[in-house]
């Protein structure tokens, strides 16, 4: 059990926040002249919500130095521009959207696009919980500090940019080693007129039905934008039909020309049946079979934020952000431990099904965040400064039964005798201090270090098991902690086009709830158990060379210590326990290259033809260092070490590439995407197992073709065909939910989608 005097603990902390906040801002003051806007023309300032790139054709850009109140000078980043991608954006691809976005790994197996699971740098795709995820800049995942999966994504016709911030940006957005990926949606400033409709009508083959409609608009001291959105399909393998149905809705007031507000609601609400898992053997005979037809998961997501910005000065301004979440994430299926190879049949004994079960999490989460940004002069040097402050506040609470054994398929949650076999709730807490400043060296040298503070807590409680009708219930665990990461940035200017980049970054994982609630009795929690902690620091070169190539290529470590698993271990002859504890680390190097060619065919500057051509490397060498394994052999616990065994679902070789041939207004793309094999678990299985879930995950090779094209002023057409040549593969093996087994991902897919802008 972790025992803390949280009281004196938060003393201290409270203490050192405010000793820092006053030495920042004595700092400033005792070195500072505030620039004035003749100082400051050369910084670039984009608000948060603000279309880039208007005149930039190209999807991927460059983060200016400085958006809104954060800082982006010296960190490997990228702004996917969404009105510029060629794609479907309507299940969310996510090959085709991140495609130049070296070294991301997508996880596809779920073709509805409910589920995105990305990562980089040998780092798990699962519900992208490697990564910060965020909307408009506030946490969206289930719980950042707990359980950071992201159950829910917006709608991509709705998405304005989306930002990715890797390693370096642990400093201004907390745990979790991938970085920072954020959603920034519409708000309706883009509109030249007070009111505007748009729609999106998109069918596809098996089932695929989209609506999508959105309204917004400016006038005087305001705009707003609001969308709903309606997908359903029968899916590519049998048994995943699903439906969603999202809106969003945001207002946005500025009172006076310094201050902004913004207001802003969504929910959604998605279900979907969830088709299991297969065998290596079973998809060589039809990837698009399902041995599971009761499985079912049920997500109901809410967010809600009130976002203010003031403008103190033309150098100074700062940020106030209240955000809430309200999630449950329900499912029902049939899951046993043999996975697939029990199949789910009507048993003779009872004559109808075996019982499901019925997993329900809710999700109850709030927090805010305030940001400071300002200019001042260093003898003749202007300086910038960011410094925020965060507060988040999270709990769940996990249930589980078992359900009814009827013959029905349909989503249910109905449980046996009324009665919770499991009942936790976990509550966790975070206060943070972050600061980040940029010094200018001449005309072409910036200098960022920062820093960030964390006090983080976690708790678990309840009843975790129901034997012979009596509960057994979790010792409760808590862990709380501080500590404090530190990182530099460098970017040098060789010219106004060309740019040298480095950064050297600590980062974390917090403990996560799974990490507090094992089963009493047979597993327990080393009470010195720590957080992950490691760092990652890159060195790349960015720019445009001439007037037509776009390259950003770099370099990269991460080491991610502290990794946390089970040892086995035995306290008497026969009497053994699982030993929640830190059980190794691993490093993770590489090499991250794009590039981009975009010009036009022929001599002539009028000419209506243009091409454009990208290429997307990454090389991972992902291995375990002095990582510890347990296993009983001959009823012995033989201890083996992991050293220099791959790290899973972290592919050597990613490669995408594609060209656009666009003719005025009509674009045709076609992009190949090629990610090389991987294991599937650390102790690098190479023969696949009978159930599925070990294994080695074979390479593969997509290509997705799309077209679009307008009709008039108003209207404009876009369709492809993902994976054109029908390509059986798979991305994942699970060995629990969704699946158990390998997850086929979707062969041969079409669709066609109705655009218009009234």
Known sequence: MFKSNNAAICGVNFRVIFFCLFFIAFSARLFAQHTTSEDSTHIKYLAEITLVGRANRSDLQQIPEIVGTAIYAGKKSSLLVMKNVEGNITTNVMRQVMAKIPGIHIWENDGSGIQIGVATRGLSPNRSWEFNVRQNGYDIAADPYG?????YNPQLQAVQRIEIIRGHGALQYGPQFGGMLNYILRDGSEFKKSFQVETQQTVGTYGLSNLYAGAGGRTGKWNYFAFFDR??????????????????????????KKITTTLEYMRSH????????LSDLQIQQNSRQSLRHRNWMDIEWSTFAWRSRYEMSASSRMELKLFGLLGDRNSVGFLPVTGILQPDTILSATRGFAPRNVNIDLYRNWGGEWRWITDYKINKSTTTLAVGLRRFVGHTN???ADGKGDTGASYALQIQNDTWIRDIDFNSANYALFAEQIFRLGTRLLVIPGFRYEWVTGAASGQHNLQNGVPVNLIRQEKTRGFLLGGVGLEYHMNNKVEVYANFTQAYRPVLFSDLSTPPGSDRIDPALKDARGFNTDLGVRGKFGKQFYVDASVYLLHYGNRIGNLLQEEAPGVRYNLRTNIGASNAKGLELFGEYQGQL?????????????????FTDARYAKFQLTRVVNNSIVKTDLNNNQVENAPR?????????QYNTIKFTGQLSYTSGTYSDANNTRQPTTNGQNGWIPNYTVIDLTLS?????????????????????FTRRAGGYPGPGAMPADGRTVFITLKSQL
Do not use: C
């Not at 399909?233 to 207002?251: C, E, K, L, M």
């Not at 998605?270 to 898992?277: D, K, L, V, Y």
């Not at 070789?653 to 041939?661: E, K, V």
């Open 653 to 661: 070789h990613t490669i995408r590439t594609g060209s656009t041939l």
């Open 270 to 277: 998605i279900r979907s049946q969830q088709p299991g898992g």
């Open 147 to 151: 359980y950071p999966e992201a159950y």
């Open 231 to 256: 997908r359903q399909g029968d899916g590519y393998r049998a048994n995943s039909q699903y439906y969603t149905n999202s809106g969003f809705i945001t207002v946005t007031y500025r009172p006076t």
């Open 398 to 400: 996990r249930l589980m």
């Open 602 to 618: 022929g001599k002539s500057m009028n000419t209506p033809w243009r091409w454009s051509q990208y290429v997307s490397y990454a």
């Open 709 to 729: 094209f307008p009709i008039d002023k108003n209207w404009s057409v876009s369709t492809g065909i993902n994976n054109l040549l029908d390509a059986a593969y």
